[in-house]
């Protein structure tokens, strides 16, 4: 309780007109739950013994789902409660947008709709594919459901394939809803539906989870899958480019400067594909011991450190087995194929990852599938290992009696196999359901118009998988992959009635700590689906295992027989291919288009009036000296410089002259590459000459008037410059782009920033940056953008470029090197983790799932080149992705589902790696096991993704009442199936309890607050980073955690590296907790608000702050002086502890009373009501109501 008056801003503790708040629900009770330990979620220590080879500083990735997400590519529909809409628009080309899901913008909108229905709602394909392709079914075998899987083939178009924006995409069919995530069912003409889902019934099954487990047990899975000819026409041209205009060359004040061309005519030659059809010779591993291969990088035959191997791999290209042969004939050059004047890429990864299903050898290759003969369980060893007995006890089981298929659409080709590998689920499975035992916590009741300190002490961890102890240790961390329902519906049906969605949150290159790298000349995969092996495949004997999401059987490896870790022979289950949820393979040259490419960085520098007076180029000049040798790259590294103003600058760095030469190209509607052999020159080589150059920018452009910006003529002639190789493109700009292609105009009203209707302009301008994007994307190039600006510089069409080419984006409002030191100091600390982290180039990503459920939306800065292939130029350790899922088949047949994500990437070091991440989870069958395995978080971070999207194809409006309909559906839902609970009540179950509160979170952050004045560019990047952080960062931007510093003691505390950290508990984020005498740090993420109350104890400010007394206090404070103090140094412990947990360092800004800052730490108050927004309890009180209605 506040003993003294403070200071608040306007609105701060006013009630709304005509409100009263209930007597006795707002008593204040301090919060005194004991402190516990924070898991530091960056150094691996939540899964401890997870992964048994250690690395230094390694990263985590994801793939991309085999399963086409054609038919699930459900689309929202936007029309309001009762009503229906219809759109005749016929579906053309291929969707390129980074949400890849769109309505047509005229329909109105409650909630995110369609994807909770109980049937498959339109079939619109996000990427556009043709409806009139031709579609290999799988038909359902003896009760194992399975999908009809097929890759439509996608028609030739212009070199970026036809595509969409956000309004373009048709409705299909007519809808029917009742509310917000609704179980209607939705007609869907039968014309664009590929098969018939089943188990979309909306009542739950009757049977005992013990008796469903046991019935699943006894089903024999088998299947197989076609193949289906997906053959992408090539597209891309090659032309020359003519000189138009003369550069000039400018010197440098250095004397001795030599001349050189001043133009330069671009030619392109197209590079054929490496052939892919001879097969490798298979080589012997070599056994080390354990300790031996610890010291040599863990190089023990099959294995290898991180460190370990870093000589380029073989550039000869070959076909590791027959799919790839096969697969190379479906896949070929991007749709997003330039139309410069550059040589296309090669661009047929999606051969090489491996993504279709290949079709069976012969029709009567194989005998006609049968139904599986009911066979008793034996008890084994967990799913995963597969071997009942260590020795020679495999189970023999004999195959099925053949009996003709009930399906007439049957394909012939499928294999049958032996029931007792699906025996092996039965030790591990006990204990999945939650009906018949005490109920968990997670399903603990709890009033939040009662309960008023929900929230914990500490962060909220993540929801462990209620699977069998050993699963359980195998299981992906889940800071690299995380569902949003650790227990995964049994069908369709039930989820919709749980009015949760569905999905995964992927941080795919994350760094560890711990990563076993793998090199051997097999990499094994599934024959038919191409999963990598897994700790949750299971071995049906020494010779075969059996795919955790097709089911097909295939052959183990003699290479794999072998365990250099052991040096045994004859345990393939002990591999750590088996034995490790997350692993990183060393890939062949069978994973190569092209010979590994240098790592190649350009940097796109403004130097207009605007960016001089504001600074940064010393900034970034200085830290690019300091980390020119920690660039990630090796020997070949190469690296350049462009400037713009009303002209563009190059440089020329050859080895061999002088000093830098400056060329000026000023015709900029006809750019060209004045010297193309001269502009990117070897870092090592050319070392001297880049650092005469960096020392001498700053000062070059010091009187220039020039207030014009030609960004665009800039990228073009920059992507020219990269396209033979590709690599990085590094912009910074400061303004709104004035001259030449890509020229903006203002479309800011500053009298709109605060309004409650309408924010216009969410969209981008021109669709210049997004086709620049899909050329860079195309010569695997990626584009990074730095916006420093100190006025509207339409953000949401210069995200474009980064959006699209699998860029990110920094973003430094009223940025000035001296006048706002805090901003100059981010983007000090950004350049330092920017310039020096891990970068993977030539990146596809694909996610595979059990055979039922199809991924169809995807999140994040990429391109979708296929189905379910996603293009990242580039993949940073900083990215995260989501994606939405839907269950199209009834998992009846199975107990439990895995997920598997594939990151196939070239390293700095010219290196093919392949980083593959699986996660396993149970299937429930009851409405209350949902809700047990709800991860709040997860949810909340996918509904705030959709909410984005929503924003820019309908409205921000629309977008908001999503948001508060998804809690209102939730617990709605949840409500109607407890007892005896009170109408006057708001229950939630512990699982969700914190639900209300994050959206309430979500709806006051900048990218959907209303009522408050905001810029819109501040808006555009908040939803911009929505869209591309990982979960564990988007949180603390969404609900950041709230601490007193003043009082930390030694108790409650943790060591980390020999130094004690305090753990001082969370506070709500409520001006009720904030006290005048106190000082509190507030974490966002990405800064520090340390709060000083006015009457702070006089010692604290003296031995924290370094200043007498709290006047004496300056105003723009960013750093904590070392004091030989006990307070000193578990404050400054404590603070460097919470830095050290992600990759950005924050910086810490010291608020006082009269400081402008104050507003942006109150904002952050979520709790509090202000002019324009509920309180947190009249947020529940609203929430009550609606469910009353």
Known sequence: PMQSQMQFPSGYGSHLPNYSAPSGHYSQVPNKAAASHLDNQYRGSYYPGYYSAPAQNVMTSVGSNVLNAQESQ?????????????????????????????????????????????????????????????????????????????????????????????????????????????????????????????????????????????????????????????????????????VHSVSQNVPFTKPGVGTSAASAVMSSVRSPAPSLSSKPPSSPSVAQSPELALQE????????????????????????????????????????????????????????????????????????????????????????????????????ATPPTPVQPSNPGHHPGFQHYPQACVNQLSSSLGGLSLQHSQQPESLRPVNLTHDRNILPVSSVPAPVPNLNSDLRKLNCSPDSFRCTLTNIPQTQALLNKAKLPLGLLLHPFRDLTQLPVITSSTIVRCRSCRTYINPFVSFIDQRRWKCNLCYRVNDVPEEFMYNPLTRSYGEPHKRPEVQNSTVEFIASSDYMLRPPQPAVYLFVLDVSHNAVEAGYLTILCQSLLENLDKLPGDSRTRIGFITFDSTVQFYNLQEGLSQPQMLIVSDIDDIFLPTPDSLLVNLHESKELIKDLLNALPNMFTNTRETHSALGPALQAAFKLMSPTGGRISVFQTQLPSLGAGLLHSREDPNQRSSTKVVQHLGPATDFYKKLALDCSGQQTAVDLFLLSSQYSDLASLACMSKYSAGCIYYYPSFHRSHNPAQAEKLQKDLKRYLTRKIGFEAVMRIRCTKGLSIHTFHGNFFVRSTDLLS?????????????????????????????????????????????????????????????????????????????????????????????NAVVDSLAAYMSTASNLQQSMLIAPNSLKLFPLYILALLKQKAFRTGTSTRLDDRVYAMCQMKSQPLVHLMKMIHPNLYRIDKLTDESTIHVNDRVVPQPPLQKLSAEKLTREGAFLMDCGSIF?????????????????????????????????????????????????????????????????????????????????????????????????????
Not at 121 to 144: E, K, R
Not at 235 to 241: H, V, Y
Not at 935 to 954: G, P, Y
Not at 1120 to 1145: H, K
Request: aromatic share 8%; proline share 7%; charged share 15%.
């Open 74 to 242: 459900q689309l929202y529909n936007n029309t309001p409660p009762h009503s229906g809409g219809s759109s005749d628009r016929p579906v053309q080309g291929a969707v390129s947008s980074a949400s890849y899901l769109h309505v047509s913008a005229q329909q109105s909108y409650s909630a995110f709709d369609n994807h909770y229905s109980t049937s498959v709602s339109s079939s619109v394909a996000s990427q556009g594919f043709p409806l009139n392709s031709d579609h290999y079914a799988m038909p359902v075998v003896s009760g194992a459901m399975y999908p009809n899987v097929s890759y439509p083939p996608v028609a030739a178009g212009d070199v970026y394939g036809q595509t969409f924006t956000s309004q373009s995409v048709p409705a299909v069919g007519q809808f029917k809803e009742t509310n917000a995530f609704s179980s209607q069912s939705r007609s869907v003409p039968r014309s664009l539906q590929q098969h018939v889902p089943v188990g979309y019934n909306t009542t739950l099954s009757t049977v005992s989870s013990a008796q469903a487990v046991q019935d699943n047990l006894s089903r024999n899975l088998t299947g197989s899958v076609a193949k289906v000819n997906n053959q992408i026409n090539t597209g891309g041209t090659d032309s020359s480019q003519p």
């Open 1089 to 1189: 608000y340390l709060w000083i109350g006015k009457n702070c104890d006089t010692n604290f400010i003296k031995d924290v702050l370094g200043y007498p007394n709290y006047a004496s206090v300056p105003q723009k404070m960013t750093q904590l002086p070392e004091v030989d103090a006990p307070s000193s140094e578990r404050t400054r412990s404590f603070i460097s502890w919470l830095r050290d947990s992600r990759p950005l360092s924050p910086v810490l800004q010291v608020i006082k009373d009269e400081n402008p800052a104050k507003t942006d730490f109150f904002q952050h108050l979520i709790e509090d009501r202000t002019e324009a927004a509920f309180s947190y309890y009249e947020f529940l009180l609203n929430i009550q109501q609606q469910i009353c209605k």
């Open 872 to 964: 990242l130029a580039n993949v940073n350790p900083d990215a995260g992705f989501a994606v939405q899922m839907s269950i199209e088949e009834s998992l009846t047949d199975t107990s439990l589902v895995c997920f598997q994500t594939a990151l196939l990437y070239t390293s700095s070091k010219g290196e093919r790696r392949i980083r593959v991440h699986t996660l396993c989870l149970p299937v429930v069958s009851s409405l209350s096991d949902v809700y047990a395995g709800a991860d709040v978080q997860a949810v909340v971070c996918l509904l705030a993704n959709m909410a984005v999207d929503r924003s820019v194809s309908s409205s921000l409006a629309d977008a908001r009442d999503a948001l508060v």
């Open 297 to 396: 990088g863990m190089q023990y035959g099959g294995y290898v450190n991180n460190q370990a191997s870093s000589a380029p791999a073989p550039l000869s290209s070959s076909s590791d087995d027959e799919e790839e042969d096969e697969e190379d004939e479906e896949a070929a050059l991007d749709s997003s194929s330039t139309t410069s004047s550059a040589s296309p890429v090669l661009n047929n990864y999606d051969a090489l990852e491996g993504g279709g299903y290949p079709e069976t050898r012969s029709v009567t290759s194989s005998p006609v599938p049968s139904p599986s003969v009911l066979q008793t369980s034996k008890a084994s060893k967990p799913f995963g290992y597969g071997y009942p007995a260590l020795q020679p006890g495999y189970q023999n």
